[in-house]
Each structure stands twice: as structure tokens, then as C-alpha cells.
């Protein structure tokens, strides 16, 4: 869900649950995001070589889960929201054919920096979670 206005301070409390963001992972998908990262490696784009690597299938690389968690947070706080720090830690891959689901919550706020817990989700268990620290705009514009 994109806003088309940012959030302020005053419209963010600690404990509030960000609309969860839900996206399919198609083979499109984790080709293009692999390739638009610069990211190569073949896990990300052949199916047979990943599959002879050990894995199942190919899988998002971590640039793209970190992008996707940035996009969860800026759809949130809106276009003059500013990412200050983005810390994540990968878990189960996310596999062509997932469905991959971020949720975040406030866990606190200082002034107008808010950081965010989120947890990204697929069939396997938790592929992504971490905290964003987002800075919000004091005012409305």
C-alpha cells in the first residue's frame, strides 16, 4: 500500500502494525531483481545449477530482500520518509513459486526516527527479519 502522503511523528505510535506487503516470487521475478542487482550467480537464475548447488530451486539474493524491505517501509511512511538503517538477517531462502509476506511493527520512537521490526515470511518459516530505523518528516507537506 503507497502513500501518496508521508506520515509525521504525530501520526506514528509505538506498537503500531504496518499493513503487511505480500509478493508472489516468480521466476520473472527473482531473475530480473538478480539481474538488476548485478548479482550473477547462478543459483539466481538456473534452475539446474541451483538444483546441482543443493538447493531446490533458484532464490532471491539477499539484495533483493533488502530492497523489498525498504519498499515495506517507504509504502508505509511515504515519500519524505528517509531510510536511516536497514539491518537484516537472512533465513529460509525464497524459492521460485513462494509467496513472500512482510509484516513490521513500531517498536519505538524518538522524536520523528521511528524503527521498525519486521519479519518476512514463506512457506519454509522466516526469510528476513530485522529492524529499519526510518525517518519520518516532522510536518506535513
Not at 543443493?54 to 515519500?79: E, H, K, Q
Not at 531462502?93 to 524518538?110: F, K, N, R, W
Amino acid at each position: 500500500m503507497t502513500t501518496l502522503t508521508s506520515l509525521t511523528a504525530a501520526d506514528v505510535h509505538v506498537g503500531d502494525a504496518l499493513p503487511d506487503l505480500t509478493i508472489p516470487l516468480t521466476r520473472t521475478f527473482i531473475i530480473s531483481a538478480a539481474i538488476a542487482s548485478r548479482d550473477y550467480q547462478d543459483v539466481h537464475h538456473d534452475h539446474e545449477l541451483a538444483h546441482e548447488r543443493g538447493s531446490a530451486d533458484i532464490f532471491i539474493n539477499i539484495l533483493t530482500s533488502n530492497g523489498i524491505v525498504g519498499r515495506f517501509v517507504t509504502d508505509w511512511a511515504g515519500p519524505a520518509s528517509r531510510l536511516r538503517k536497514v539491518a537484516i538477517r537472512l533465513g529460509a531462502p525464497s524459492y521460485a513459486g513462494d509467496t513472500l509476506v512482510i509484516s513490521g511493527e513500531v517498536t519505538a520512537l524518538q522524536g520523528n526516527v521511528a524503527e521498525i521490526a519486521i519479519k518476512g515470511m514463506n512457506r519454509l518459516g522466516a526469510h528476513v527479519t530485522g529492524t529499519v530505523t526510518v525517518e519520518l518528516p516532522e510536518t506535513a507537506a
